[in-house]
């Protein structure tokens, strides 16, 4: 007998009785973003590894640890999609689609990294990115997170997150605050433990967020990324507060909070929860003006977030168990004899026409009334329609429904099909 093949750890399969619940919140999404004004972009998931290298940062942990590279059959090195910014920045820039223009883009699909798998965070995993380029003000970080704060009522988890923001400044202010932290740090190496060390000489203000508490006591003392804001940054950051404020958004201002790639700068936040265990970041994202220039783009500002689908389902089931989703089925027909079933086909299609955003399921694989009607049950329909050689003759239907709420009744045919229509 051949070796029974798997799926590749950490890349897991959606199972029909779990896609509901994903279609449900994606669509709960697109409905959201489009009703801002955002206008879809899909991109591919195998980029040029340069593409990663230069936006994300070679001294990032992603890049350095966390990337699915490979060489092609013409020896290119070529990346699965890590994250999306950098795609769409690319698609941005190939396409004209930057410069002096404003976009409002936003994407899902899977994104890939090599980490070591557990709840809520996988080797593939999908992601909802949300971009915006050309709009230099506080007022289009606002309504990102905005944005995030009505979705979250959508999805009922809007009392089970906290929004953490701060400000990283410039380019040049992060400068200066990398050498004050490293002076701080360096006397005290003897606490620091082998990552936070490593990231002493490569990318200092990543310690910021190690989980290390003995660490992250020590950061209490040292000095704070606001103290070498420049001006631009701190204006920047107070206006996106006080509209924030305006609109009754609660916030935690969070001075560790840097976020893990190089390109952000400005406007930094996360949305966390503490129902998920350790995997408490759902939404994340920022200010990364100077990334289209880097990826070879004219100069052109960006702000964005990405959210991970997968702790967005789970933070749901977690929040609201009973969720009621809308059914598969809507109209099970059963029927029964030769005839019946060719009338059945007929039906069918007459219902599909008839309500055409209504689900309607054939029985096709034969037994008797009770089979059938068990199958029709737990396909969660909310009604029957039954087919038998004397509906045939009469040109009638059975209309049963299968939740009790109206008593079995046999119409013409015609009749029938907008009793449905009217019902469900």
Known sequence: MAKTIQAIRGMNDCLPQDTPLWQWLEGTVRRVLTGYGYSEIRMPIVESTPLFKRAIGEVTDVVEKEMFTFEDRDHESLTLRPEGTAGCVRA?????????????LWYMGPMFRYERPQKGRYRQFHQIGVEVFGIAQAEIDAELILMTARLWKALGIDQHVTLQLNSIGSLDARKRYRQALVE????????????????LTTNPLRILDTKNAQIQQLLNDAPTLHEYLDEDAKQHFAQLCAILDQMGIAYEINQKLVRGLDYYNKTVFEWVTTALGAQGTVCGGGRYDSLVEQLGGHA???VGFAMGIERLVLLVQEVNPQLSLPAAVDIYIVHHGEQAALQAFNIAEQLRDACPQKNVMLHCSGGNFKKQFKRADKSGAAFAVVIGEEEVQNGQLVVKDLRGRNEQQTLPSAEAIRFLMESI
């Not at 941005?92 to 409002?104: A, F, K, S, V």
């Not at 701080?184 to 990231?199: G, S, T, V, W």
């Open 300 to 302: 052109t500002c960006g």
């Open 184 to 199: 701080f740090l360096q006397p005290h190496q003897a606490i620091l433990d082998e990552d936070c060390k490593r990231r």
């Open 92 to 104: 941005g820039i190939e396409h004209g689609l930057l410069y002096n223009q404003e976009q409002r």
